[in-house]
């Protein structure tokens, strides 16, 4: 009998499942239902485990030998932020946080006051990360903010990750029986050295120790063996296998993932983003190798006004191909009121195509690096802030719009570099490859165990994208046959 794992993923609207063959190295079969973790977790995923066996031609959930899951259900991992200066610790905070695979609800700066104090306390976050002052650096504001949060009552677990100097200070003041606190390397302990790896870690043991019980999806663990990160972490991790490879097998380089969803659209690069040119000079903290940014007003149902708003009619009717004299406003104020729907006709597909086209392009906009031109009496000099992405050669789609949309080249190119907007640095010349089985998330979780096999599983089954018609007729392209 093969080798089966089953990844789960509790989303926030539908519980997806996975078997794959780790000897054969390829997908058995898929299955999704409606999220139930507001009820009962274990109603959805049993659903979606039945739609898993339909739609298979073995018995593969009773025979499985390894059950991990993901989650991004019950409001995800709900975290707030707490930092000094904006642009430093508390930007390096941000990025901690949203690597962890977190939802940042909540971030502030400098010293808390009162009214502040009490937004926290409304926000009800799953978890706070308390940062500030670089390693013997400023020590009031940290200390003065461990006080403050301490005063609040709540009980929520902490993480420090800030000057070091103020660690045992912390302790005395947050550590409790109530409260859980860790104490974990600075995110900014110099200047020039950001550091979120120690925080990414501490997140995600919090929430595989303590928000999986407090959201209920620990019943799930009569079938999965352990939820085991948040949803957006399985995918940058995913993302980070495929770009790296192992020791033993090849990595494709450089690479972005789109991933577009009812509520957000979410932007992962792997890469350094450094200046490509000696005559650029680079400005702000350093940026991670591994980032994740969220763009919470880009969401193709939940906040599909806000995307024709940032858009613009004009720009969603180009890139839908609908006459000039079509109004929008009405069809895509139907979505926000209907998150359910999914296109039956083809308006429908075509409002899709138009809104994640538009959702790619400002997210990666936002999220790529941009340039600056400083004028002096020496010339005019360029600065660089963020992420240089232009060199990046591999850009891969993921979400619902991927797996049963259409045109996901035409989606896809959104985030390509404009002589519009020369300062930005997104990418120039990629190849486009579509998540179509919808399983980054499973390839992040499955590289916990077998890296290899995660890794290979990955590159045979994103394709290389193509015209609608083209998908149609053609035997699509793979991530193995672009790198063996």
């Given at each position: ?180 606190l860790k104490v974990v390397d600075n995110v900014l302990s110099e200047l020039d050295k950001l550091n979120v790896e120690a925080s990414r870690t501490a997140i995600r043991e919090v929430f595989m120790h303590r928000i999986v019980h407090a959201k209920g999806l620990d019943k799930a663990e009569q079938f999965v063996d352990r939820v085991i990160m948040p949803t957006p972490m399985a995918v940058l991790k995913g993302a980070q296998l495929l770009s790296l490879g192992t020791g033993k097998e090849k990595g494709v380089g450089e690479l972005m993932v789109v991933d577009i969803g009812g509520a957000t659209t979410d932007v992962h690069s792997i890469a350094d983003g450094f200046p490509r040119s000696n005559n650029v000079a680079r400005k702000g903290i350093p940026e991670p190798f591994a980032k994740r940014t969220v763009e919470g007003d880009l969401g193709l149902r939940y906040n599909a006004l806000s995307i024709l708003e ?175």
């Open positions: 009998m093969s080798d089966v794992a089953i990844l789960v993923d509790f989303g926030s609207t539908y519980t997806k499942v996975v078997a794959i063959d780790l000897d054969g190295e390829r997908i058995i079969s898929r299955g999704k239902s409606e999220s139930t973790v507001r009820t009962d977790v274990t109603v959805g995923l049993n659903s979606a485990l039945a739609d898993l066996e339909k739609n298979s031609q073995q018995k593969c959930a009773d025979n499985a030998n390894c059950r991990l899951a993901c989650s991004s259900a019950a409001g995800g991992l709900r975290l707030v932020v707490i930092g000094l200066v904006p642009s430093l610790s508390l930007s390096a905070g941000k990025m901690a946080a949203l690597g962890a695979g977190a939802k940042l609800v909540g971030n502030y700066s400098f010293k808390l006051n009162a009214s502040e104090t009490k937004q926290i306390i409304e926000l009800a976050p799953d978890i706070i990360l308390l940062v500030g002052g670089t390693d013997g650096g400023n020590e009031e504001a940290i200390i003065h903010n461990a006080k403050a949060l301490a005063e609040t009552g709540l009980t929520v677990p902490v993480i420090m990750a800030g000057n070091k100097t103020c660690a045992d200070e912390i302790r005395r003041i947050l550590d409790s029986e109530q409260r859980l940032a858009a613009g009619e004009e720009c969603l009717r180009e890139a839908m191909k609908l006459d000039p004299s079509a109004s929008l406003e009405a069809k895509i104020r139907y979505l926000t009121e209907n998150t359910a729907t999914v296109p039956s006709d083809e308006l429908g597909f075509l409002l899709d195509i138009g809104l994640a086209r538009a959702a790619t392009e400002i997210a990666v906009e936002r999220h790529a690096g941009r340039l600056e031109q400083v004028y002096s009496p020496h010339g005019v000099s360029l600065i660089q802030t963020g992420k240089d992405l232009t060199e990046v050669k591999t850009v891969i789609g993921t979400g619902g719009v991927f797996a049963y949309g259409r045109e996901p080249l035409s989606i896809l190119e959104g985030a390509l570099f404009s002589e519009r907007d020369r300062l930005s640095l997104r990418p120039k010349s990629p190849e486009f490859y579509i998540d179509r089985d919808y399983i980054l998330y499973a390839i992040g979780l499955l590289s916990e165990i077998e890296p290899e096999k995660a890794l290979r599983i990955g590159k045979r089954h994103l394709e290389k994208t193509r015209s609608w018609w083209q998908i149609a007729s053609i035997q699509p392209s793979t991530l193995v046959e672009k790198h063996q």
